[in-house]
Nanobody, 123 residues
């Protein structure tokens, strides 16, 4: 499956953005989807994940209550709504996919990765 993330940009602290991840090549609802982020000098970290049919989502503690992950299987697209953004949310955001369930939090569990989209939050 090929993944393409979009929607990043520059926003002031307290603002909002919505990221999208468009998938192609395989049946989208066959994949668990996730968002990760990486800032300079840091390892890539888990942000959120959503099961194949969107019924259950998982979040990093740092974004819980501010970010919402969702997916539209008919459009083969996943989203990340980010509210109340903070400067520490600044990073390149990546979408990822894996064919099996479980182990939602580890980068190594995901097989497919898209190119990232830059999110910059100014103070």
């Amino acid at each position: 499956v090929q993944l393409q993330a979009s929607g990043g940009g520059l926003v002031q602290a307290g603002g909002s953005l919505r990221l999208s991840c468009a998938a192609s090549g395989r049946t989208f609802n066959g994949y668990t989807m996730g968002w990760f982020r990486q800032s300079p000098g840091k390892e890539r970290e888990f942000v959120a994940a959503i099961r194949r049919y969107g019924g259950v989502a998982y979040y990093a503690d740092s974004v819980k209550g501010r970010f919402t992950i969702s997916r539209d299987n008919a459009k083969s697209t996943m989203y990340l709504r980010m509210n109340s953004l903070k400067p520490e949310d600044t990073a390149v955001y990546y979408c990822a996919a894996k064919a099996n369930s479980g182990n939602y939090y580890s980068t190594r569990a995901y097989t497919y990765w898209g190119r990232g989209t830059q999110v910059t939050v100014s103070s």
